[in-house]
Each structure stands twice: as C-alpha cells, then as structure tokens.
C-alpha cells in the first residue's frame, strides 16, 4: 500500500494559516491526492482534490509539487470550528485501495 | 449531508453473531468503498466495489465479506463477531472509483 506521513498533531490559533503536509510515496501518474476533514463520530468530510501545482476552492488550497511527493493542504484564516483531524488520501499504484494517512489532528484556540 | 446513506445508525449485538451493514451510494456512483475506524484510530480501508465488482482490497477479516448489488447498494457482512470489531463503519461511494469519495455517517457497532 502507498504509505503516507502527516505530522500527528498542529496547534493553532484562530485567524492563523495552518499548512499541513503529506508526504506519500509511489503515488501513480494518474492519481489524485485528496484530502479530508473528520470531526468526532462524523464520517470524513471532503475538501478538496488536486493533481499537480495548486488548486483552491472556497473552503482551502492544495498545493502538489512537480515530483507529486507531497502535497500541503492550506486553511486560510483558521476558526475554532476548524478543529478536527485531516487525512491526507493517496492510492496505490497496485492494487487500487484508497489509503489514508495517519491523520494531522489539528487544535484552534482562541 | 452527502448523499451517502448507511443504515443502521446503531447495533449492538452479542459475540459469536452475523450482522449486515448497508449503504446506499449517492445517486449515479459507481464505486463503493468500506472504512473501518476504532475507538481513536484511524480508518482502515477494507474493500471497494466498482459497478458490482470487486476491485480492491484492504485489511478486510476472512470473517467478514462484502458485496455489490445491481441497484448499486452495498452490504458489509460481519460474521462470527468478537469484542474487538466493535467500532465505526463507513461507507463511501464515488462516481469513476479513482477520485475523490463522499462519506456517509456510518453505522456505530458495539459488539458485547
């Protein structure tokens, strides 16, 4: 399975840019890396998905540079509502399977 | 809400039993993936299903299995149960199988 790495926690504070990064490796030239949100007893949340360079949406960006080693996931202007875990999704070059990473747990305070 | 439904919500059932889990994909997905997460864990992928067929498989028990039907739902099975495979079972489902997947609320088995 592709194995990816994700720092296991971040602090931050409200207002703040938190940058995430995943590392993933043997990740195929025709996959995409996706990353999700999950709060407590809820199922893991789209956020955004991308394949190279940038790509950003009304909720984040993601930035995959050109080996498609890492990628880092940006949340502009953090909330207390941001507080959650976030995986990082990379796929397996042989058999398919949707692996997650880890997981960053992030905490916003005030 | 994201067009995923799982039911049931809740089961709580004894050791040594057979459950079924199922789920409904959102409209027009033909992929369906199995997730399951332990009390503080991670996910851990268990199988997936494109258009009635197996396509990938995880860490997924011999005691368990999982099928596809021709209306698209799914159904995890979960056989001979022990306290251990108490934990949150997630459902997705996508439109190609290669992109992103949208998760349902998952089905919170308790096993005792």
């Known amino acids: 399975l592709a194995k990816t790495t994700q720092p296991i926690s971040m602090d931050s504070y409200e207002g703040q840019e938190v940058n995430i990064t995943c590392s993933h490796n043997n990740i195929a030239t025709n996959d995409y890396i996706t990353w999700y949100q999950q709060f407590p007893s809820q199922g893991p949340r789209f956020i955004i998905q991308?394949?190279?360079t940038k790509v950003t949406n009304e909720v984040a960006s993601l930035f995959i540079p050109a080996d498609r080693k890492s990628s880092t996931l940006s949340l502009p202007r953090v909330s207390l509502s941001d507080t959650a875990v976030y995986y990082c999704l990379a796929k397996d070059t042989g058999r398919r399977a949707l692996t997650f990473g880890s997981g960053t747990r992030l905490q916003v305070q005030p | 809400d994201s067009g995923v439904t799982q039911t049931p919500k809740h089961l709580i059932t004894a050791t040594g039993q057979r459950v079924t889990l199922r789920c409904s994909p959102r409209?027009?997905?033909?992929?369906v993936y199995w997730y399951q997460q332990s009390l503080d864990q991670g996910l851990q992928f268990l199988i997936q299903?494109?258009?009635?067929?197996?396509?990938a498989k995880g860490n997924i028990l011999e005691r368990f299995s999982a099928q596809q039907f021709p209306d698209l739902h799914s159904e995890l099975n979960l056989s001979s149960l022990e306290l251990g495979d108490s934990a949150l079972y997630f459902c997705a489902s996508s439109a190609d199988g290669d992109g992103g997947a949208f998760f349902g609320q998952g089905t919170r088995l308790t096993v005792v």
């Open positions: 409209s027009g997905d033909l992929s």
């Open positions: 299903y494109y258009n009635g067929e197996e396509r």
């Open positions: 991308g394949y190279k």
